[in-house]
């Protein structure tokens, strides 16, 4: 009988044990830096990133700019409908943490030519307000000031890459946010 109290008590005790949830801790957020030196590793995974938000697009925040640590490397982050489709107001100049997936905006001969033509095709307006300050910053074009610049730099760093790598397109990481906190 005695053996058989045990026998129960084990079984119970191994029973109780497999059905409590275990806790993973959640890893530490990546930083600006560190998800931008190996973002093409990064292409699909979920990440979380920690970083300064820079700037807040005027175009109903749907984009954030988060920078790292000597705000020379700016990540984008763009707002997704699971997410609420836009940043709050208030996230500008504030540390953010945000989860997302790693996508990447490629750039070839064939983009410069539909963004030069649809430059073309734009009202004045419009094409005073082809590109942000910040959005130029993380391409690497802050000091460039026309949009001819811009495409001249696009095409020159395309057949850079083309050259050195075998690859005839620039690419562009950026972060779709699914969730953020500040």
């Known amino acids: 009988m005695k053996l058989r109290t045990i026998f129960c008590f084990i079984i119970a005790l191994a029973a ?20 931008m030196t190996e973002a093409g590793a990064f292409l699909g995974d979920t990440v979380t990133v920690e970083g300064t938000c820079s700037h807040l697009c005027k175009h109903g925040g749907r984009k954030a700019f988060l920078v790292g640590a000597d705000s020379t490397t700016v990540l984008r982050c763009e707002a997704t409908p699971e997410m609420g489709g836009a940043f709050a107001p208030d996230c500008a100049g504030r540390t953010m943490t945000v989860r997302g997936i790693v996508r990447e905006n490629r750039i070839d001969e064939e983009a410069v030519a539909r963004m030069e033509a649809q430059y073309l095709a734009a009202d004045t307006a419009a094409r005073q307000h082809e590109a942000c300050d910040t959005e130029k910053k993380a391409q690497g074009q802050a000091e460039l000031s026309t949009f001819e610049a811009r495409m001249a730099d696009y095409r020159t760093k395309i057949a850079a890459r083309a050259e050195a ?17 500040k």
């Not at 109780?16 to 998800?35: G, I, N, R």
């Not at 790598?165 to 906190?181: D, G, H, I, Q």
């Open 165 to 181: 790598e075998a690859k005839p397109y620039l690419s562009f990481y950026y972060l779709e946010a699914l969730s953020y906190s």
């Open 16 to 35: 109780m044990s497999c059905t409590q949830k275990k806790e993973v801790a959640e890893p530490a957020p990546l930083t600006v830096d560190s998800l």
